[in-house]
C-alpha cells in the first residue's frame, strides 16, 4: 500500500479521497440545511464559535480532498472544473451555497407560508410574511390610479385594441409589407392618439370625461412610456442628422440642443414643464400636464437617442455615401433608402437601451404630481387604513417592472440577432 | 440655384424658426411677468431665506441667504455623489470580475445580481431602501452597537465623533508626503531610463505616506479627541445618541440606492474592458519574460483601463444627475432644496430653475471636457 498524502489528492488514491472528500462536504451542507430549515443545530455541543465555522471548515477540507486532476469520472471532473479550481474558488462556492440556503426559509416564508392574501381589510394579515391582502385590496388603484372603477373598461379595451394593433405586422400579406414603416411610424401613433383622446380621456359620444388628473397607476405609465417612445425616436433621429450636417447653424444648434438635455437630470426638466414652462406660453392658452411631461421626456430622451443614432451613422464606412451619392441620390434619399436603415440596423441595442431607461424614467413623473405607480403606492402606504406595509407595494412594483424589464431586454437581443448582417 | 444658395437658405430657415420660438416665449414670460407683478432677476439670492436644511455640511440656518442654501444644497449632491461613486467603483469592479470567474456559482451570482438590480426603476429602489427596509430597523433605546461604538438606527447612523486640533498641519502634511511621491516618482523613471535600474518606489510611497502624518502627530500639534456616542434622554420616548455624527436615513438609503444601481452598469464595463484585451497581449508579455504583476501592470491594466474608464465616467455622471432623486425622499440636495423650497418660497420659477440646470450642466460638461481631453492622451497613437 502506498502512501497517502492528504495534501495532495491524487488519482492512485482516488476511492479514499472520493469518499472522504464527499462525506465532509455533505456533512457540512447537511448541517448548514439543518440549522436553516429545521432550526436544529448538529454541533450544539460544542462551543458557539467553533460550532460556527465547523460546516466551513469541513466542506473546505472536503473540497480540497475531491479535487483529484483528471479523476476520469465526468461528475467529478465537471464539478471541479466549474466550482472547485482552487482552495479560494472552492471558499467562494461555500460561502455563496450556504448563503443561498440561509436565505431561503425566510425569504419563503415572508412571500409564501406566512403570507396573507384572504380577506379585505388590515386585520386579516395575522401571519409574520407579507400581507397580500392590500395589493388584492388597492389592485385596482396600482393599476388605473384615481380612475372611476366602472369606466375602467374603457382603458382595457383601448390597451387591447393598440396591443392587436401593434402585431398587424406579422399578418401583413406580402404586398402590404412595404407600407408598414409608414404604418408604423405615423398610422399607428395617430390610432393610438385617436383612442386615448375619445375613449380614455372621454368627452365625447356620450361618454364621460374623466380629467388627466384621475389616471394613474401602470396604465399612466405605459401611456407616458408609450408616447415618448413613439415621439422621441424620430426627433432624435432628426437631431443625429443635424449633428453630421455640413450645415454649420444646424450643427451647432444640434450640438447645443444635445448636449443641453444630455447635461440635465430628468427630475429638473420635469420641474421645467410643471412650474416654468407654463410662463413662456399666452395667458389664455392651457397646455394639460400630462401632454407638458410627455413633450419634455421626449425632448429628453431624444437627445440620448440622437446620439446612439450618431454612433450608428459614423460606424458606416464612407464607400455607402459615395456610392449613394453616385447614383444620383439627394441628400433625403440617400439617407431614407440607404444611410438610415443601416445604421439603425448597427445600433438596435443601444436604442433599445434608450427605451428601457425610459421605461425606468417614468415612474418619476411623480414628483410633478402625476400619479403613476409609485405615487399610487406611496398614497396607499399613508392610507390610515393600511399603515405599514410598504415592504409588500415595492416589492410588487418590483416585480412589474423586473418583469417588463427583462422581457424588453430580451426582446432587443431576438431583434439584434435577427438583423444581424454579416459585413 | 447654385450650390451656395441651397445651402444657406435651409439654415436661414432654422435660424429664423429658432429664433422665433425663443422671441415668442420671452415675450410671454415678460407679459405673464408684468401680470403678476414679479420682476426678473436674481437680486433675491441675496435676501434672507428664512427656512432650514435637516442635514448640511456648512454652517446654516434660516438667517443665511438664498445664495448660501444653495451652496447648501450643492454640497449635499456632490457628498452624495462623492460617497455613491465610491461604494459603486468598489462593487462594480468586483461583479465586473465575478462575471468572468472560471467558478459557475459566482459567475452566476453575479450576472443575477447584475439582471436584477439594474431592470428595477432607481426610484421604486429609492422607496424601497427609505420606506420599507431602512424603517424596520431598531429605535435608538434598542439598537446594539456595531463595530464596538456605532450605532445604526432608525433615526440615522451614528458614528464616533473626531474632533482635530490643528487639523490643517495634518492635512499639509498629507500634501506634503503627495508631493514628494511625485517627485521620487519621476526620479526613479528617470534613474530607471539612464542606468536600468529599479527603486522601490512602491515601499518608499507607503513610508512617506505613514511617516508624514505621524510626524504631524509628533511635532505638529496635531491631536484626535474620539468621543463615543452615548444614549441621551430627550423626552419620555425620544432618544438620541450624543455625542456623535449622524449620518440621516435619507443619505444611507440614497447610497445604497444609487451605488447598487450605478454598479450594474459599471460591472458591464468592467467586464467588457476585461474582455475586450486579446489573449496574446498576456501571452506575448508573458514571452519576454514579465512576471505575471508586471504584466498585470504594464500590459493588460493600461489597455483594459483604455476600454473601462470613457464609460465607466458616464455612469459617474448619470449617476450625479441621478441623485437628484433625493428629492422623492426629502434629501435636502439641490433640487430638493434650491428648486423645491426656495422655489416655493420666491415664486422665482425661471430663474431657480434655469440656475439648477446650469449647475447640473456645468457639471456634466466639465466632466466632458476633462474625459475628452483624457480619451485624447490615452488614444492608441497609430503611425
Not at chain 2, 432607481?122 to 446594539?144: G, M, N, S, T, V
Not at chain 2, 498585470?296 to 455612469?315: C, D, Y
Amino acid at each position: 500500500m502506498k502512501t497517502i498524502n492528504f495534501l495532495k489528492p491524487n488519482k492512485d488514491n482516488l476511492q479514499v479521497f472520493l469518499y472522504t472528500g464527499s462525506i465532509l462536504f455533505f456533512i457540512s451542507l447537511f448541517d448548514v440545511f439543518l440549522s436553516s430549515f429545521l432550526n436544529y443545530n448538529l454541533t450544539s455541543f460544542l462551543p458557539d464559535i467553533l460550532s460556527f465555522w465547523l460546516p466551513l471548515v469541513f466542506g473546505l477540507i472536503g473540497l480540497h480532498l475531491l479535487r483529484i486532476e483528471f479523476s476520469g469520472i465526468k461528475y467529478l471532473d465537471l464539478l471541479n472544473k466549474n466550482i472547485n479550481t482552487s482552495n479560494f474558488n472552492a471558499l467562494l462556492t461555500l460561502l455563496i451555497i450556504f448563503i443561498i440556503i440561509k436565505a431561503m426559509p425566510p425569504s419563503l416564508s415572508w412571500f409564501i407560508f406566512d403570507a396573507n392574501i384572504a380577506g379585505d381589510t388590515k386585520e386579516a394579515c395575522t401571519g409574520t410574511g407579507a400581507c397580500w391582502t392590500y395589493i388584492k385590496v388597492w389592485l385596482r388603484r396600482f393599476m388605473y390610479g384615481m380612475y372611476p372603477n366602472e369606466l375602467q373598461w374603457r382603458i382595457n379595451i383601448s390597451f387591447i385594441i393598440l396591443i392587436g394593433l401593434a402585431f398587424v405586422g406579422y399578418f401583413a400579406g406580402e404586398k402590404l409589407k412595404k407600407f408598414l414603416t409608414l404604418y408604423y411610424v405615423i398610422i399607428y401613433p395617430i390610432i393610438a392618439y385617436i383612442l386615448i383622446y375619445y375613449l380614455i380621456s372621454g368627452g365625447s359620444f356620450g361618454l364621460v370625461w374623466v380629467e388627466t388628473g384621475a389616471w394613474g397607476g401602470l396604465s399612466l405609465t405605459f401611456i407616458v412610456s408609450f408616447f415618448c417612445l413613439i415621439f422621441c425616436f424620430p426627433i432624435g433621429m432628426l437631431l443625429a442628422l443635424g449633428r453630421r450636417s455640413d450645415l454649420p447653424t444646424i450643427k451647432y444648434m444640434s450640438v447645443g440642443f444635445i448636449e443641453f438635455w444630455r447635461g440635465v437630470p430628468l427630475i429638473t426638466v420635469l420641474f421645467m414643464s410643471s412650474v416654468m414652462f407654463p410662463m413662456f406660453l399666452p395667458e389664455d392658452f392651457f397646455m394639460d400636464k400630462l401632454v407638458r411631461v410627455i413633450i419634455a421626456i421626449s425632448l429628453f430622451e431624444a437627445a440620448y437617442v440622437a446620439e446612439v443614432i450618431r454612433g450608428g451613422l459614423q460606424a458606416l464606412p464612407r464607400g455607402q455615401y459615395d456610392a449613394a451619392k453616385s447614383l444620383g441620390m439627394g441628400y433625403w434619399k440617400m439617407h431614407i433608402f440607404v444611410i438610415l436603415p443601416q445604421a439603425l440596423k448597427l445600433v438596435i441595442p443601444g436604442i433599445a437601451n434608450t427605451f428601457l431607461a425610459l421605461v425606468k424614467d417614468t415612474p418619476l413623473i411623480f414628483v410633478v404630481g402625476l400619479m403613476e405607480i409609485a405615487g399610487m403606492l406611496g398614497l396607499a402606504k399613508t392610507n390610515p387604513k393600511w399603515l405599514g406595509f410598504a415592504m409588500e407595494g415595492y416589492v410588487f412594483a418590483a416585480i412589474i417592472f423586473w418583469i417588463i424589464c427583462y422581457a424588453m431586454s430580451k426582446y432587443s437581443y431576438n431583434l439584434e440577432a435577427k438583423y444581424k448582417t454579416e459585413r | 440655384m447654385n450650390n451656395k444658395v441651397k445651402k444657406i437658405i435651409p439654415q436661414i430657415i432654422t435660424l429664423i424658426t429658432v429664433a422665433g420660438i425663443f422671441g415668442f416665449f420671452t415675450y410671454n414670460a415678460q407679459l405673464n411677468m408684468d401680470n403678476r407683478g414679479i420682476e426678473f432677476g436674481y437680486g433675491f439670492l441675496k435676501q434672507e431665506s428664512s427656512f432650514d436644511v435637516q442635514f448640511s455640511l456648512i454652517d446654516y440656518d434660516g438667517s443665511h441667504s438664498y445664495a448660501r442654501a444653495y451652496l447648501v444644497g450643492l454640497l449635499n449632491t456632490l457628498l452624495v455623489s462623492f460617497i455613491g461613486i465610491i461604494f459603486s467603483t468598489i462593487i462594480g469592479i468586483i461583479v465586473g470580475v465575478a462575471r468572468l470567474s472560471p467558478n459557475y456559482l459566482i459567475r452566476n451570482s453575479a450576472s443575477f445580481y447584475v439582471e436584477f438590480f439594474r431592470n428595477i426603476p432607481l426610484l421604486l429602489q429609492i422607496f424601497f431602501w427609505y420606506f420599507a427596509a431602512l424603517r424596520a430597523l431598531p429605535l435608538p433605546q434598542d439598537a446594539e452597537a456595531w463595530f464596538g461604538s456605532t450605532y445604526m438606527t432608525i433615526k440615522g447612523y451614528y458614528v464616533p465623533l473626531f474632533i482635530w486640533d490643528n487639523l490643517d498641519v495634518f492635512l499639509y502634511s498629507i500634501l506634503g508626503a503627495i508631493i514628494c511621491i511625485g517627485v521620487i516618482k519621476t526620479y526613479a523613471k528617470k534613474i530607471q531610463e539612464n542606468e536600468g535600474k529599479q527603486l522601490p518606489v512602491f515601499y518608499i510611497s507607503l513610508a512617506l505616506i505613514i511617516a508624514f502624518p505621524i510626524l504631524s502627530f509628533v511635532f505638529g500639534g496635531v491631536n484626535i479627541e474620539v468621543k463615543t456616542p452615548e444614549l441621551k434622554q430627550l423626552s419620555a420616548t425620544g432618544y438620541i445618541f450624543e455625542p456623535a455624527l449622524s449620518l440621516p436615513p435619507e443619505l444611507i438609503a440614497l447610497v445604497l440606492a444609487l451605488s447598487l444601481y450605478t454598479a450594474t452598469f459599471i460591472a458591464e464595463c468592467v467586464r467588457a474592458g476585461i474582455q475586450g484585451i486579446s489573449k496574446g497581449q498576456k501571452e506575448a508579455a508573458a514571452s519576454i519574460g514579465l512576471t505575471p504583476n508586471q504584466i498585470l501592470k504594464l500590459v493588460i491594466m493600461p489597455q483594459a483601463l483604455r476600454i473601462i474608464i470613457p464609460p465607466t465616467t458616464n455612469q459617474y455622471l448619470n449617476l450625479t444627475k441621478n441623485s437628484s432623486l433625493a428629492a422623492a425622499i426629502a434629501y435636502p440636495d439641490l433640487v430638493l432644496v434650491f428648486a423645491g423650497t426656495a422655489l416655493m418660497q420666491t415664486g422665482r420659477a425661471i430663474e431657480i430653475v434655469s440656475i439648477t440646470m446650469l449647475t447640473y450642466l456645468s457639471i456634466s460638461l466639465s466632466i466632458s471636457v476633462l474625459m475628452n481631453w483624457y480619451n485624447k492622451k490615452i488614444a492608441i497613437k497609430e503611425k
